[in-house]
C-alpha cells in the first residue's frame, strides 16, 4: 500500500531537526522508518512532515564513555548486536538487539525508533529497563534525561513530548561478578515478544546474588521490573529452582495482558519460565566470570 | 531407451528467475499505463449507499466505477461447479456489490488513475455509507433458526446438501459393530497466501480486443469465462499468465477484480493495471478448508474397521467460488474411506452461505479435509482397541492384490502397496526404536510422540465423462504440440500452466528423450491463449499425469514420424532404426546415421520424402485420461511436547511418498517439501479467524503465521515407485500429496505423546497455549494453579 | 512536492525526482524498470522485496527512495556484477548458481529476496550451519520450498564461495559498502 503525501525535510544537525519539527505541528521524526512507515503506508497514520535525521552524524554510534554504555539513537540494531563491547557487558541488550525483527529490519531499524514507537512487544524496551538505561530528550528548551522507569508510559505512549527528539540511551555497567541475559517467547508469524524477560544477576564474593534484576516485556502494557522477583533473589545461589521460587511472585502489582494468540494466563506462566531461565543463565555467566 | 527420465536435471526456470528476469504480471509496463485500486466493504453484512464525487474530482483520476456503471455491462461471476443432486444454489455474484455487502472484502467501487499512489488516494475518498445488517461468519450459527440470511434466495443459508455412500448399510455396519469411536472436528479457515499477489494488467488491442495478462493457474479456463462475462468474443482476448507466483489452488478461480480491469481498460481505451495489496488480499482471494465435522468409525475387537461415518458442514463463505462446490463434496466425501478396506461408508455435507470472504481449492482441496478425519480416527481406533496404529492400517489397506480397487464411494483406485509405503516409513523412522523411547521418556514425565498418516490421494482430474458427470462445467482433458523447426529446435506448446511446479524442465525430458533431441534444444511454452491450445490449466495435481499424457503422446507421434523418414534415409527398415545417443542408425550399424537435427531438417525440405508422408515434423495431441491417479504414501513424524511450555518440537519427520515413475527426483522432492510445509502450517501454525465483529482478525503476515525457516524442520523424502496404469507415463500427481499428509500425521503425533493424559484429539492449530492447557488440564492443575 | 534522489545502483548512478512517499522498491521497479524486487506484503514480513544497501540487506518496501539518496543499492539484477568475475559460476553469483544445483526455488517470487539475504549472511558468515541460515531468513517468506532446499542452497552457496576464494580467486563475496553522505 502506498502512504498519503507527506512533506520530507532532510536535517544535517539536531538543531535544525527541531527546528523543523517545531515549524510543523503534527510533523515526525524519520530516522530508520522500521516503526513509521508500516503504519504510514497502511495509512493507519498521517503526517504532514517527516524530518529525515538520518544524516545526523551526532546521533550515532555505540561507545563506552566514562565506563557507562552510550547508544545513540541512530544505532542500528545490528550494530548494538554486533559490538563486542555491548556483547560483553549489557549481553542482554546485544541479545535483545539480536532478536528485534529480523535481519533485514536489523540492518536499517533504530535504538531510538525503537524506544520511542513504545510498542510493548518489542525487545528492546525490556532491556534498557533492565539496565536502568537514562534517555536523552532534546527540545527546543534544551536537553532532558528521562530514566527508563519514566519513559513508557502505555502501549505507543512515552515521555516523549511534540517536537522532542530521542538521542542517546546511556546505561551503567552491571559491575564485577555480574551478567545479564534475555529470554523472548516470539509471535510465530510477527516475531514480536508474546513474553521477553532481561534479567541481571550480581554476585557477592560467596557466590550468592548480591543483586537481581528483571525486566518483563510483551506480557503487560508496559514493560516492568519485578520488584518482588528482585528482592527474592538477594541471597541466594542462583542455581535454577532457586530461580524457580524466586519469580512465583513476578507480576508482584502488574496485571498480565492477553491477545487473541496467548492469553494473560499464558504469558504470565511463559514468564516466569522465563525468567527463572534467565535469571539462571545471568547467574552462571557472572559465576564463571 | 529413455535416459533423461528419472534423471534431477537442473531446472529451465531458474536461469531467468535467479536473474531476478521473470516476467511475472506486475512486471509488465506498457505505455500510458494506468492504474486501478479497489474500494472493498469494511463490514461482513450491510446495505450501502456509494458517493465518489469527491474521488471523481481528485486530480489524475480517470474513472470510478460502481455497480451502477456496470449494470448490464458486466455480468456476474459464474460458479463452474454444479454438484448434482445437491439440491445446489447459487446466488448471484455481481462484479461490484450493488446495495448489499455480505463480506469484509467485497469489492464495492474501483477507481482508476495515473498512478498507483493517486488510484491509493482516490479509493480511500471514495464515500460509503454503511447501515449495518446482522451477520454470521460461523457456518454452525448460520444453520441455527434465525440466523441472519445471507442471501434472500439461499434460505436457512444452505447452498447444498450432498451425499455420498450407503446410509443404510453404514447404520447396519454400526449397529453390529464391537467398538464405535467419534470425534468432532474442526478442519480450520486457512489462507493459501500465494507469496505473488493477485495482479492484472488489461491492454487494448487496434482490433477491438484486449490482451489481459493476469496470475492465473488457468489461462484457457479465465479466458472463457471472461468472454462471457465482458461479452467479448474468444479470439479478441488473449490471456497471458506469465511467471506465475504461486497459486495452490488461489489463482484458479476467476474473480471480480480482473473482470472490472479488462473492462476499466476498454472502456479507458488505456493499459490498465492492478496489483492486489497483500492486506486485499487476505479478504479478497479465496480460503480454503473451513470445514467442522462430525465423525465415526466402527469395526471389530481384532481391528478390523467396518464402517465410516461423516457429517459435515462446509463454510462456503458468501458466494459459491468458480470451483467451490465441488471442493468439500466430490473432492472431499469420495475419498474419505482412505487407504482403508472399509465396506460401509455414509458422508453428508452440508455447504452453508455465511458472511466471510469465500471459500474455494487451497492446495489438497477437499482432500486434506477427508484424510485428517480418516486418519484421525484410525488412530483414535486403535488406541481404543489397545492395537498399534500401524498394525491397525496394514490390517485394513487394500492390499496390493486389490487392485484395480473399486470404493464404496465409487472411485477406482489404480494401483499401490500401502503396507510398502508404510514399511519404508517404519524403517526410516525407526519405529520401534521410537516406541521403546517413548516409554523410557514418559517414564521420566516428557511426552515423545510418533504420528503416522497413510494416505491416498485422487488426482490427476480427468477424464472430461467424469467431470461430466460430477457437474464440473468445463473439461479435464489436456493438450500439446510438439513442433520440431527445421533446425532441429523443438518447442512443445501446451494449454495447461505451470507456475513452480517445474515442467518447463520435466516435460522437455519427456520430450527430448522421446526424439533422441538434446535436451538444451527443447523448450515448453505455455501460459499464453494466443500461442497454446486450449487446455484446462495446472490444479489437481493432472499437470503431469494428465498434461504430461498429451505431451507424451504428441512426442510419440513426431518421433514415430521422425523415425520413418529416418528409416527413408538410411534405406533401411523402419523396425530396424534405433536412437543411440541422440542419432538414428540401423541397430548394430552406427556408422552410417542421422542427427535429430538432420531428420528434422530433411522433413523440412521434404526433398525426399515416403511416398504420402506430410512434410513438416509436428503433431498434436489432446488427452483425456482414462481415470484419475491415486498417489499414496506414508508420513511418519516423531514430536515432542514441551512440558513446560506446550511447544511442539518436531524431531523427525519422515515422508515416504508414492507418485508413480519419477521423472525429475529432484522436483519431486521440492513439490513433497513445500506441500509437509502447507500441512504443517495447518497442523501448527496457520488459522483465519473472524471476530464477533465480522472482521477478520489475522489479516496479515503479522498475525496469521506462515511456515518460516526457523520453524521448520528438516525433512526427509523417500519413494516407492508404482506406476499408474491409467496414463501413458505411469505417473502420478505429487503437488498435493505432502500437504495432505503432513497435516494428520503431526496431529496423530502430537495426540499420540499427550495420550498418557487421556487425550484423544486436539484442534487446530495446536498453538503451545492450547496443548499447556491440555496439558494442564489433565495433570489435574487449573491453569492458573499452574502459574503458581 | 518533488524531491531529487541521487544513489548508485547495481554499480551506475541514478538521478530521479520523486515524492517523499514513494517507496524504493516502487522506484527501483517502476522508474528503473528493475522488476526483480517483488513485493509480497506490506507490513514488512515477507522479505520478497529485499535488496542491499550499503552492503547490508534491508527490505525496500520499508525505505522511501529519499532515504536511499547517496547510498549504495545492489539489486538481483546486480548480485553476479557484486562479486568478482573470478569468484562466479557462469556469470552468475555462487548463490544463484546453488539455488539453481540445489532446487532452491520454485515459483521464484520469493528467490531475489532471498538470494539478497542470503548474500548480506554470506559476507558476515562464510560458513553458516543450517541453524544459521534458518535465523538468517527469519526475514524471508517462501510459501513452496518449505525451506528444506533453499536452506540447502544457501549453504552450498557458501561452499562455492570458500572454494573459490581458496583458489586464490578475487575478493570476498561482501559488497563493498559504498555510498554514504
Not at chain 1, 530514566?147 to 540511551?169: C, H, K, M, N, Y
Not at chain 2, 434466495?153 to 447404520?171: M, S
Not at chain 2, 507421434?557 to 543411440?580: F, G, S, W
Request: glycine share 10%.
Amino acid at each position: 500500500m502506498i502512504a498519503e503525501a507527506f512533506d520530507y525535510e532532510r536535517a544535517d544537525s539536531l538543531e535544525a531537526a527541531l527546528a523543523a519539527l517545531a515549524r510543523r505541528p503534527g510533523a515526525k521524526v524519520l530516522a530508520g522508518g522500521h516503526s513509521l512507515l508500516p503504519l504510514l503506508k497502511l495509512r493507519l497514520a498521517q503526517v504532514p512532515l517527516l524530518v529525515d535525521i538520518d544524516g545526523v552524524g551526532e546521533l550515532g554510534g555505540v561507545r563506552v564513555e566514562d565506563g557507562d554504555l552510550v547508544v545513540g539513537a541512530l544505532a542500528r540494531h545490528r550494530d548494538v548486536a554486533d559490538s563486542e563491547a555491548v556483547r560483553r557487558g549489557w549481553t542482554a541488550l546485544a541479545q535483545a538487539a539480536s532478536h528485534v525483527g529480523d535481519p533485514q529490519v536489523r540492518s536499517r531499524g533504530t535504538v531510538g525508533g525503537n524506544l520511542a514507537h513504545g510498542d510493548p512487544a518489542s525487545d528492546l524496551p525490556t532491556a534498557v529497563l533492565l539496565f536502568d538505561g537514562v534517555l536523552t530528550v532534546a527540545s527546543g528548551a534544551g536537553l532532558r534525561q528521562v530514566s527508563a522507569r519514566d519513559f513508557w508510559l502505555g502501549p505507543f505512549a512515552t515521555a516523549l513530548g511534540e517536537g522532542e527528539i530521542l538521542t542517546a540511551v546511556r546505561m551503567a555497567p552491571l559491575g564485577d561478578r555480574a551478567a545479564s541475559a534475555y529470554r523472548k517467547f516470539p509471535h510465530p508469524a510477527s516475531g514480536y515478544a508474546v513474553v521477553s524477560v532481561a534479567a541481571a544477576v550480581r554476585l557477592d564474593g560467596e557466590g550468592r546474588v548480591a543483586e537481581a534484576r528483571v525486566a518483563v516485556g510483551g506480557a503487560t502494557y508496559v514493560p516492568f521490573r519485578a520488584a518482588a522477583a528482585e528482592a527474592a533473589m538477594v541471597g541466594v545461589r542462583p542455581d535454577p529452582p532457586a530461580c524457580r521460587e524466586a519469580v512465583a511472585d513476578l507480576f508482584a502489582g502488574q496485571e498480565p495482558a492477553g491477545d487473541m494468540y496467548a492469553s494473560a494466563d499464558y504469558r504470565a506462566h511463559i514468564a516466569r519460565l522465563y525468567a527463572a531461565d534467565a535469571l539462571a543463565a545471568a547467574g552462571a555467566a557472572a559465576a564463571a566470570g | 531407451m529413455p535416459t533423461l527420465f528419472g534423471t534431477p536435471v537442473r531446472r529451465r526456470e531458474d536461469a531467468r528467475l535467479i536473474r531476478g528476469e521473470g516476467l511475472y504480471t506486475d512486471d509488465v509496463r506498457l505505455p500510458d499505463m494506468v492504474y486501478a485500486a479497489f474500494v472493498r466493504s469494511t463490514h461482513p453484512s450491510a446495505r450501502i449507499r456509494v458517493d465518489a464525487s469527491a474521488a471523481r474530482a481528485l486530480p489524475g483520476v480517470l474513472a470510478v466505477f460502481t455497480a451502477d456503471d456496470v449494470a448490464g455491462r458486466v455480468g456476474d461471476v459464474p460458479t463452474a461447479w454444479l454438484v448434482p443432486d445437491s439440491g445446489l444454489r447459487t446466488p448471484p455474484r455481481p462484479v461490484l456489490a450493488r446495495d448489499v455487502v455480505r463480506y469484509v472484502g467485497e469489492p464495492i467501487a474501483m477507481v482508476v488513475a495515473r498512478t498507483r499512489a493517486l488510484a491509493a488516494d482516490a479509493a480511500s475518498a471514495v464515500n460509503v455509507a454503511y447501515e449495518p445488517l446482522p451477520h454470521v461468519t460461523d457456518a454452525r450459527a448460520a444453520l441455527a433458526p434465525g440466523a441472519p440470511q445471507v442471501h434472500a434466495g439461499v434460505p436457512g443459508n444452505v447452498l447444498f446438501t450432498w451425499h455420498a455412500g450407503d446410509r443404510e448399510a453404514t447404520d447396519r455396519a454400526f449397529a453390529e459393530a464391537e467398538v464405535e469411536v467419534s470425534l468432532s472436528i474442526r478442519n480450520q479457515r486457512l489462507v493459501p497466501a500465494a507469496m505473488e499477489p493477485r495482479t492484472a494488467v488489461a491492454a487494448p488491442t487496434p482490433e477491438g480486443g484486449l490482451t489481459l495478462w493476469t496470475t492465473s493457474q488457468n489461462p484457457h479456463i479465465a479466458r472463457f469465462v471472461l468472454s462471457g462475462m465482458l461479452s467479448l468474443s474468444e479470439q479478441r482476448l488473449r490471456v497471458v499468465a506469465p511467471d506465475v507466483g504461486g497459486g495452490f489452488g488461489s489463482k484458479i478461480p476467476v474473480y471480480p477484480d480482473e473482470a472490472m480491469v479488462a473492462h476499466a481498460a476498454r472502456v479507458l481505451g488505456v493499459p490498465v493495471k492492478w496489483t492486489e495489496t497483500r492486506s486485499e488480499a487476505f479478504v479478497a482471494t479465496i480460503h480454503g478448508r473451513d470445514q467442522v465435522q462430525d465423525v465415526a468409525m466402527c469395526g471389530r475387537r481384532d481391528g478390523t474397521i467396518t464402517g465410516i461415518r461423516v457429517r459435515a458442514t462446509a463454510n462456503m463463505g458468501a458466494y459459491l467460488s468458480l470451483a467451490a462446490p465441488g471442493v468439500p463434496t466430490i473432492l472431499f466425501g469420495l475419498i474419505v474411506p482412505g487407504a482403508y478396506r472399509i465396506g460401509a461408508v455414509d458422508v453428508e455435507v452440508v455447504g452453508v452461505a455465511t458472511h466471510t470472504t469465500p471459500t474455494d481449492a487451497y492446495r489438497g482441496a477437499g482432500r486434506p479435509e477427508a484424510t485428517f478425519l480418516v486418519e484421525r480416527l484410525v488412530d483414535t481406533f486403535a488406541r481404543r482397541i489397545g492395537m498399534d496404529a500401524a498394525e491397525v492400517r496394514r490390517r485394513n489397506f487394500v492390499p496390493a492384490s486389490a487392485f484395480p480397487y473399486a470404493t464404496p464411494t465409487g472411485l477406482v483406485y489404480d494401483s499401490g502397496d500401502y503396507a510398502a509405503a508404510m514399511d519404508r516409513a517404519l524403517e526410516a523412522v525407526g519405529y520401534e526404536a521410537m516406541r521403546r523411547r517413548q516409554e523410557d521418556l514418559r517414564r521420566e514425565g516428557r511426552y515423545l510422540g510418533i504420528g503416522l498418516s497413510t494416505y491416498v490421494e485422487v488426482c490427476g482430474l480427468g477424464p472430461s465423462k467424469v467431470a461430466g458427470a460430477v457437474g464440473f462445467q468445463g473439461g479435464l482433458w489436456e493438450s500439446a504440440t510438439v513442433r520440431v523447426h527445421p533446425s532441429g529446435k523443438v518447442a512443445v506448446i501446451i494449454g495447461a500452466s505451470p507456475h513452480g511446479q517445474g515442467e518447463e524442465t520435466t516435460f522437455a525430458q519427456i520430450v527430448a528423450d522421446a526424439l533422441g533431441a538434446p535436451f538444451e534444444d527443447v523448450e515448453v511454452v505455455h501460459g499464453d491463449t494466443a500461442a497454446t491450445p486450449m487446455g484446462w490449466g495446472t490444479y489437481g495435481s493432472r499437470t503431469t499425469p494428465v498434461g504430461g499424457g498429451a505431451v507424451s503422446l504428441a512426442a510419440r507421434r513426431v518421433a514415430d514420424k521422425a523415425r520413418r523418414l529416418a528409416a527413408h534415409l538410411l534405406e533401411a527398415a523402419e523396425e530396424d532404426v534405433v536412437v543411440t545417443d541422440g542419432r538414428y542408425h540401423v541397430a548394430g550399424a552406427p556408422a552410417r546415421s542421422l542427427s535429430f537435427a538432420d531428420v528434422a531438417l530433411q522433413a523440412h525440405l521434404a526433398w525426399r520424402l515416403p511416398d504420402g508422408m506430410e512434410p513438416g515434423l509436428e503433431a498434436s495431441a489432446f488427452y483425456d485420461p482414462e481415470n484419475f491417479v491415486f498417489p499414496f504414501g506414508c508420513h511418519a513424524c516423531v514430536v515432542e511436547v514441551d512440558r513446560n511450555t506446550g511447544e511442539v518440537r518436531i524431531l523427525r519427520y519422515v515422508a515416504v511418498d508414492d507418485c508413480g515413475r519419477i521423472i525429475n527426483p529432484m522436483i519431486v522432492d521440492g513439490q513433497v517439501h513445500g506441500g509437509v510445509a502447507q500441512g504443517l502450517g495447518q497442523a501448527l501454525w496457520e488459522g483465519a479467524v473472524y471476530d464477533e465483529s465480522g472482521q477478520l482478525v489475522t489479516a496479515s503476515f503479522l498475525d496469521y503465521a506462515l511456515p518460516r525457516a526457523r520453524l521448520m524442520p528438516h525433512i526427509e523424502t523417500l519413494h516407492t515407485e508404482t506406476p499408474s496404469p491409467h496414463n501413458p507415463l505411469g505417473v502420478k500427481g505429487v503437488g498435493e500429496t505432502g500437504t495432505i499428509a503432513a497435516t494428520p500425521a503431526v496431529v496423530n503425533a502430537v495426540v499420540d505423546a499427550l495420550a498418557p493424559l487421556g487425550v484423544e484429539h486436539v484442534d487446530m492449530p495446536m498453538t503451545p497455549e492450547r496443548l499447556w492447557r491440555i496439558l494442564s488440564r489433565a495433570q489435574g492443575r487449573a491453569p492458573e494453579e499452574v502459574r503458581a | 512536492m518533488q524531491y531529487r534522489v541521487l544513489m548508485r545502483v547495481n554499480g551506475r548512478p541514478v538521478e530521479r525526482e520523486t515524492e517523499p512517499r514513494t517507496l524504493l522498491v516502487h522506484l527501483l521497479r517502476d522508474e528503473l524498470g528493475l522488476t526483480g524486487t517483488h513485493v509480497g506484503c506490506d507490513t514488512s514480513q515477507c522479505g520478497a522485496c529485499t535488496v542491499l544497501m550499503d552492503g547490508r540487506a534491508v527490505k525496500s518496501c520499508t525505505v522511501l527512495a529519499v532515504q536511499a539518496d547517496g547510498h549504495e543499492i545492489v539489486t538481483v539484477e546486480g548480485l553476479a556484477d557484486s562479486v568478482d568475475a573470478a569468484l562466479r559460476y557462469g556469470g552468475l553469483h555462487p548463490l544463484q548458481e546453488a539455488f539453481a544445483r540445489a532446487h532452491g526455488l520454485q515459483c521464484g517470487f520469493c528467490t531475489p529476496g532471498v538470494l539478497m539475504a542470503g548474500a548480506d549472511l554470506l559476507s558476515r558468515n562464510p560458513d553458516p550451519s543450517e541453524a544459521d541460515v534458518r535465523e538468517a531468513l527469519e526475514g524471508n517468506l517462501c510459501r513452496c520450498t518449505g525451506y528444506e532446499n533453499i536452506v540447502a542452497a544457501v549453504r552450498l552457496a557458501a561452499e562455492l564461495l570458500r572454494e573459490r576464494q581458496q583458489a586464490g580467486a578475487g575478493r570476498p563475496a561482501a559488497h563493498a559498502a559504498g555510498g554514504g553522505d
